[in-house]
């Protein structure tokens, strides 16, 4: 890879990997349905201006309806459930937690799409697994009495997420990708803006958590996806999916900085696990490597 790759690799990690930790601090304030409907809205706004430009917005009234189930169920409803569970669990586990994604997605390629697996990725789906049974065995960093709920929510995003990943691939893979990202921040917060307004905090949140949540819309979601698409173009999606193991890492850092959370050796050998787990998943570790390169 260029240096100007690198640089951008780098700078996506800090963008996604800083989301949890502002998802975590300003979920408080907010509520989960109120921050996700601002998150994605702002993103959308951020990014429509440069579809329009690229002249690809006409694939929104092309493909409605495949947009709107990508909104809804793989869109909206995961990231309520990551900004619930952050309300109960720190920003670090919650982002080794949701790593576990491409794990998903494999077993479901496996099972539904009939993708052979082989001997390497099953052991890497087997130990990822292993991971996050360790990473649960001493209830690392779960703050509050739903942290199992909270735990099931991540694991549930992940879930949704590979499911929607397969469902894009299947239903909308002629389509521009970033028209296919504009769509769905679109429909998933204006389906959820009605919500938000219902479950909108008595109490004004603070300048602070205002700062937060734009933080989310235009440089995590917003400027993200443009840097994610840029790479993809660039350096192919195999390694443009590094990103995955550089998330964790840096939302732990900047949470134990920006919230005080701890950072503990069980949870940094867990996640550790479940990230060795998923490259093997990936073909980016072991035989399969050479020929995802």
């Known amino acids: 890879m260029r240096a100007r790759d690198v640089t951008d690799l780098l700078l996506l990690s800090v963008l996604w990997g800083a989301a949890y930790l502002f998802t ?19 993103a959308a706004l951020l990014l429509w201006p440069l579809l329009v430009w690229r002249g690809h917005a006409t694939a929104l009234r092309e493909h409605p309806l495949p947009l709107l189930m990508l909104g809804l169920p793989f869109t909206a409803l995961p990231f309520v459930l990551l900004t619930f569970s952050a309300l109960h669990l720190t920003a670090g586990l919650v982002a080794l937690l949701n790593a576990t994604a491409p794990l998903f997605a494999a077993l479901i390629a496996h099972f539904m799409l009939h993708e052979r697996l082989g001997v390497w990725r099953a052991a890497g789906l087997l130990i990822g697994f292993a991971g996050v049974a360790g990473l649960m065995w001493g209830q690392a960093s779960i703050k509050s009495s739903q942290g199992a709920l909270a735990v099931a929510a991540v694991l549930g995003t992940s879930l949704i997420w590979a499911c929607g990943a397969h ?12 028209a296919i990202t504009v769509g769905s921040l679109a429909a998933a917060s204006l389906a959820l803006a009605p919500l938000a307004a219902i479950s909108w905090p008595t109490e004004t949140p603070e300048l ?18 443009l840097l994610y698409f840029r790479l993809l173009r660039r350096i192919g999606p195999v390694r443009a999916m590094s990103v995955t193991f550089l998330n964790p890492a840096v ?13 503990t050796w069980p949870t940094v050998a867990g996640g550790g696990v479940v990230l060795i787990g998923t490259a093997m998943s990936l073909g980016l570790l072991g035989p ?6």
């Open 208 to 225: 602070r958590a205002w700062i937060e949540v734009t933080f989310l819309g235009v440089a995590s979601s917003g400027l993200g996806f």
């Open 24 to 42: 975590r601090a300003a979920a408080p304030a907010f509520g989960p349905v109120p921050l996700v409907a601002l998150r994605l809205g702002l």
């Open 288 to 293: 399969a490597a050479d020929r995802a390169r």
């Open 167 to 178: 469902y894009t691939r299947r239903r909308l893979g002629g389509v521009d990708a970033m």
């Open 251 to 263: 939302a732990m850092v900047s949470a134990a900085w920006y919230l005080g959370e701890a950072i």
